[in-house]
């Protein structure tokens, strides 16, 4: 579509390039959609007359703001909008930041080009005359400069969701927020969880998308923002001083997002051998880094000294229900919530493996069954808790030698805090080995028997019992001591009145 920028001069001849598309251009970027404003009488018009030249789909997105979306086959996308006001000066104005708030005549010379990765099309505007681009506020200097700056004082007020939005326009462009905006953003931060659940949703995903999340959040605590968001992250502040330090436990869960991070951008050193099949597992990385800010959520709630010591006694499974309300606030998809919720639920049980010297075939099928779909995101997660315990700087060495077998719990001990972070690492790269070598085996073994058997052999009626029976099979299938069907029916024979029982 070489000729797309002559096919929206014909369209759109009234219309201004707005919005992100044009401060990417300025930038030399590729932009993800175009986005066009004019006077509220010429949107429909105009959308459904570059919807025929394209020959695309138009349709009205919100009726109020005057907004028409034209949608391509192709993945391209173009956002038509009306002025707010009754021209384009009156329009910038109201928009968020400065880099934001420019404009670009569609009839003044412009070139488009697109390129396509997978679905997606991305848009670049090049060629344009510098001198025809309305600049209000002085956005072509902050975009040289490399700052994000309110376009003016009310801006948060008036839409609450720009709080988010100036961390996640500084984290994608790798901007930094200007010092009285970013005081601005102290003074509202309060409003932050004001915006419907869904919008909030999607700045927090493309923050948690970006590859420096954890700094990220770090400035959104400075600012009141993530608090205001997460008010039970506040309370990990001052909860567990004595044991991780200044900032307790929310000092932990920082380093939990940070060492994610760096987990999902290294698995081939962490996992040299599992790497490629995990990366099945780590495509939507923002599910990751929310599991990780919110795994502790419950700690402040649960904790209790006993006997001189601060335990946390059921936090995992509070925090899953803790965690829920506040997805489901932020309208996550039920399966995301379910799959964070797991995570977050069952973040203990590798550790209580580890405690075992010996872990069975029998434990690690309960282990997978139990966590189904969660099971490799939660050991993900897991990596990220243990390696928060140790020196940033330890952890490469660590990643070398966690690849050898499970060391013996003596050995862990002798080595202190390290040792034991490097014993439960040894058994995370156990467990991938078990699950991604003998997947069938600890996930879907093939059934020897069904029920009609066991009810045959053991002249017994349908009901719960029947399952159960046959999952006592399954698990001395697991460990090998049953292998074929009369295997199975000799075992039920031979433990009916303890099967039964």
């Given at each position: 579509?070489?000729?797309?920028?002559?096919?929206?001069?014909?369209?759109?001849?009234?219309?201004?390039?707005?919005?992100?598309?044009?401060?990417?251009?300025?930038?030399?970027?590729?932009?993800?959609?175009?986005?066009?404003?004019?006077?509220?009488?010429?949107?429909?018009?105009?959308?459904?007359?570059?919807?025929?030249?394209?020959?695309?789909?138009?349709?009205?997105?919100?009726?109020?703001?005057?907004?028409?979306?034209?949608?391509?086959?192709?993945?391209?996308?173009?956002?038509?909008?009306?002025?707010?006001?009754?021209?384009?000066?009156?329009?910038?104005?109201?928009?968020?930041?400065?880099?934001?708030?420019?404009?670009?005549?569609?009839?003044?010379?412009?070139?488009?080009?697109?390129?396509?990765?997978?679905?997606?099309?991305?848009?670049?505007?090049?060629?344009?005359?510098?001198?025809?681009?309305?600049?209000?506020?002085?956005?072509?200097?902050?975009?040289?400069?490399?700052?994000?700056?309110?376009?003016?004082?009310?801006?948060?007020?008036?839409?609450?969701?720009?709080?988010?939005?100036?961390?996640?326009?500084?984290?994608?462009?790798?901007?930094?927020?200007?010092?009285?905006?970013?005081?601005?953003?102290?003074?509202?931060?309060?409003?932050?969880?004001?915006?419907?659940?869904?919008?909030?949703?999607?700045?927090?995903?493309?923050?948690?998308?970006?590859?420096?999340?954890?700094?990220?959040?770090?400035?959104?605590?400075?600012?009141?923002?993530?608090?205001?968001?997460?008010?039970?992250?506040?309370?990990?502040?001052?909860?567990?001083?004595?044991?991780?330090?200044?900032?307790?436990?929310?000092?932990?869960?920082?380093?939990?997002?940070?060492?994610?991070?760096?987990?999902?951008?290294?698995?081939?050193?962490?996992?040299?051998?599992?790497?490629?099949?995990?990366?099945?597992?780590?495509?939507?990385?923002?599910?990751?880094?929310?599991?990780?800010?919110?795994?502790?959520?419950?700690?402040?709630?649960?904790?209790?000294?006993?006997?001189?010591?601060?335990?946390?006694?059921?936090?995992?499974?509070?925090?899953?229900?803790?965690?829920?309300?506040?997805?489901?606030?932020?309208?996550?998809?039920?399966?995301?919530?379910?799959?964070?919720?797991?995570?977050?639920?069952?973040?203990?049980?590798?550790?209580?493996?580890?405690?075992?010297?010996?872990?069975?075939?029998?434990?690690?099928?309960?282990?997978?069954?139990?966590?189904?779909?969660?099971?490799?995101?939660?050991?993900?997660?897991?990596?990220?808790?243990?390696?928060?315990?140790?020196?940033?700087?330890?952890?490469?060495?660590?990643?070398?030698?966690?690849?050898?077998?499970?060391?013996?719990?003596?050995?862990?001990?002798?080595?202190?805090?390290?040792?034991?972070?490097?014993?439960?690492?040894?058994?995370?790269?156990?467990?991938?080995?078990?699950?991604?070598?003998?997947?069938?085996?600890?996930?879907?073994?093939?059934?020897?028997?069904?029920?009609?058997?066991?009810?045959?052999?053991?002249?017994?009626?349908?009901?719960?019992?029947?399952?159960?029976?046959?999952?006592?099979?399954?698990?001395?299938?697991v460990e090998g001591k049953i292998k074929t069907k009369e295997d199975a029916l000799r075992f039920i024979l031979e433990n009916k009145s303890r099967l039964l029982g």
């Amino acid at each position: 579509m070489s000729n797309l920028d002559k096919i929206i001069k014909e369209s759109v001849p009234d219309g201004y390039y707005v919005g992100g598309a044009l401060r990417d251009a300025l930038m030399r970027r590729y932009s993800g959609d175009i986005d066009l404003a004019m006077p509220r009488e010429k949107v429909k018009p105009c959308a459904l007359k570059l919807a025929s030249k394209l020959k695309a789909t138009a349709f009205e997105m919100d009726k109020e703001f005057g907004v028409w979306r034209v949608s391509a086959k192709n993945g391209l996308q173009i956002d038509l909008c009306a002025f707010v006001g009754q021209e384009i000066k009156t329009d910038l104005k109201r928009r968020d930041f400065t880099v934001n708030a420019l404009a670009y005549p569609v009839n003044s010379p412009i070139k488009i080009s697109l390129k396509k990765e997978g679905k997606k099309i991305f848009i670049k505007l090049s060629s344009l005359k510098k001198d025809g681009i309305i600049d209000l506020n002085g956005g072509i200097a902050d975009i040289k400069n490399k700052v994000v700056r309110a376009n003016g004082p009310k801006i948060f007020q008036e839409d609450p969701l720009r709080l988010l939005r100036a961390f996640r326009t500084a984290c994608e462009l790798n901007f930094k927020i200007e010092d009285k905006t970013f005081s601005l953003i102290k003074k509202y931060s309060a409003l932050a969880f004001k915006p419907a659940g869904e919008r909030i949703q999607e700045e927090l995903r493309r923050i948690f998308i970006a590859p420096n999340t954890a700094a990220v959040l770090r400035k959104m605590d400075e600012s009141g923002v993530l608090c205001s968001l997460i008010p039970e992250l506040a309370k990990q502040k001052s909860c567990a001083l004595c044991y991780y330090g200044d900032g307790g436990v929310f000092t932990h869960t920082m380093k939990v997002v940070e060492r994610i991070e760096f987990l999902l951008n290294n698995l081939k050193r962490a996992f040299p051998k599992y790497h490629t099949k995990l990366k099945a597992y780590a495509r939507d990385i923002s599910l990751y880094k929310m599991a990780a800010l919110l795994h502790d959520i419950a700690k402040p709630a649960t904790a209790k000294e006993i006997n001189g010591r601060l335990r946390f006694f059921h936090h995992e499974e509070r925090g899953s229900e803790m965690a829920e309300k506040l997805l489901k606030k932020l309208k996550f998809s039920s399966d995301n919530q379910k799959l964070i919720c797991k995570m977050i639920y069952y973040h203990l049980r590798p550790s209580n493996l580890a405690s075992n010297e010996i872990v069975t075939d029998k434990g690690i099928y309960k282990f997978f069954k139990e966590l189904g779909q969660a099971g490799i995101p939660m050991l993900l997660l897991c990596w990220a808790d243990y390696t928060s315990y140790v020196n940033p700087r330890q952890i490469p060495t660590l990643m070398k030698k966690s690849v050898l077998p499970v060391m013996t719990m003596e050995e862990a001990k002798k080595k202190e805090n390290v040792g034991k972070t490097l014993r439960h690492m040894q058994m995370l790269n156990f467990l991938f080995g078990k699950y991604f070598n003998e997947e069938k085996r600890f996930t879907a073994p093939v059934r020897l028997i069904d029920g009609r058997d066991i009810m045959k052999t053991l002249k017994i009626a349908p009901g719960p019992k029947v399952g159960e029976i046959m999952e006592q099979v399954i698990l001395e299938q697991v460990e090998g001591k049953i292998k074929t069907k009369e295997d199975a029916l000799r075992f039920i024979l031979e433990n009916k009145s303890r099967l039964l029982g």
